[in-house]
Nanobody, 124 residues
């Protein structure tokens, strides 16, 4: 059974930084793309960033480009989301996700495993 556990959320002032971590277990981590999603109150969950199996390809939503960086350490079975220049509109619950099957593209057709989420709150 795949398990994803996020950590690193919290309360930060606008302009500040946070680093989210997602520790994976239950299978060979390095074979799979990983993604970070977020869901703000009253809004749908959306993909923020994704990274392919070896870290060579990444994807970012336009509104986080230049501010957020996704990375992974396959030796530690962990994916990270470094968030800089945070804005109040970044406030959301952030989720780590993974697909059920290995795939070479950075964004798989489905995201099948989810963490419990970590709250990020950015004050103005």
């Amino acid at each position: 059974q795949v398990q994803l556990v996020e950590s690193g959320g919290g309360l930060v002032q606008a302009g500040g930084s946070l680093r989210l971590s997602c520790a994976a277990s239950g299978r060979t981590f390095s074979s799979y793309s990983m993604g970070w999603f977020r869901q703000a109150p009253g809004k749908e969950r959306e993909l923020v960033a994704a990274i392919n199996w070896n870290g060579g390809t990444t994807y970012y939503r336009d509104y986080v480009k230049g501010r957020f960086t996704i990375s992974r350490d396959n030796d530690k079975n962990t994916v990270y989301l470094q968030m800089n220049s945070l804005k109040p509109e970044d406030t959301a619950i952030y989720y780590c996700a993974a697909p059920a099957t290995p795939i070479l593209v950075v964004i798989p057709p489905t995201w099948d495993f989810w963490g419990q989420g970590t709250q990020v709150t950015v004050s103005s």
